[in-house]
């Protein structure tokens, strides 16, 4: 499917940029490995976030105003 296939093409291009900034001297790997923790921790927590602000405004349209 094209979903499948750009994921696999970002992993890859993201892949390419670590190792490449790895292998010039840019970054340690472990600026890569460390960076790649926290988006995914971002991206869990942001999603909670909206479920809970969802949530709230939900319960707010069922009280009586």
Known sequence: SPSRLLK???MLY???I???????????AS???VGIVV???IWWGT???V???EAREARAQ???A
């Open 14 to 16: 993201a892949a390419t």
């Open 8 to 10: 696999i093409v970002a």
């Open 51 to 53: 479920n809970w602000v």
């Open 31 to 33: 600026d890569g490995l």
């Open 62 to 64: 069922l009280l009586p």
């Open 18 to 28: 670590w190792v490449g900034s790895v292998h010039l001297g840019w970054h340690y």
């Open 39 to 41: 988006v995914c921790l």
């Open 47 to 49: 999603g909670r976030f």
